[in-house]
């Protein structure tokens, strides 16, 4: 229940926003209602020792461990040593994801249902500049039935520590929109004023659990 209203908060917020960001083009039309190459991966509980029973699929190369293609990185990002200290997906996981200060990493398209989304991943900031505080700003990209694409926050992004830890689980804009089965989106991680770590990104495709 706290888990379910958790994300029902977070979603009104991103609602608003999105409110906001279409009302200049109300002509646009809505998000994209199709999917024709949508494939799901192997599903998993990976949160469940946080009480998140939902099942995740791993965004394509979401741990790292081979590489980032299909992702987009800029300003500095790269993949380094260190995996996040849980090891939810192997105990052999070995790497995540460093973003610099100024940095951006995209990922690929992934298939989502309308009912229920859910972004969720480990992050830990590394840095903050001059002592300020440093947050983890998560951005979805979506497309209008135009084929026009806009980039809208998706709350609440993350304030994090020191250290390795879960991120809350983030319901995004598309579960508040009207929807065909399946739609593709693709995730943009923004560090700001500061430095983070990234790893483990897994996204909660299912219509209802």
């Not at 699929?57 to 380094?80: I, M, P």
């Not at 951005?139 to 520590?161: F, K, M, R």
């Amino acid at each position: 229940m706290h888990c379910s209203f958790g994300r029902t908060v977070a979603a009104l917020f991103t609602a608003a926003i999105a409110s906001a960001a279409f009302a200049s083009s109300a002509s646009a039309g809505i998000i994209t209602t199709s999917a024709p190459s949508c494939t799901d991966g192997a599903l998993t509980q990976p949160f469940a020792r946080w009480n998140d029973t939902h099942q995740y699929k791993l965004v394509d190369n979401g741990a790292f461990e081979t590489g980032t293609t299909g992702w987009a990185l800029t300003g500095g990002a790269a993949v380094v040593s260190g995996n996040e200290t849980y090891k939810v997906r192997s105990s052999a996981d070995a790497k995540s994801l460093k973003l610099p200060s100024g940095s951006t990493a995209t990922t690929p398209f992934v298939c989502v249902g309308a009912d229920e989304p859910t972004l969720r991943l480990f992050a830990k900031r590394n840095s903050a500049l001059l002592g300020l505080v440093s947050t983890l700003q998560v951005q979805i990209q979506v497309q209008t039935s135009l084929g026009l694409t806009a980039w809208l926050p998706v709350l609440p992004g993350d304030l994090g520590g020191s250290s390795w830890h879960p991120t809350v689980a983030m319901p995004f804009l598309v579960n508040l929109l009207t929807l065909g089965d399946r739609t593709q989106v693709r995730f943009r991680f923004v560090p700001l004023l500061g430095s983070w770590q990234i790893d483990d990104v897994y996204v909660d495709p299912m219509m209802r659990h």
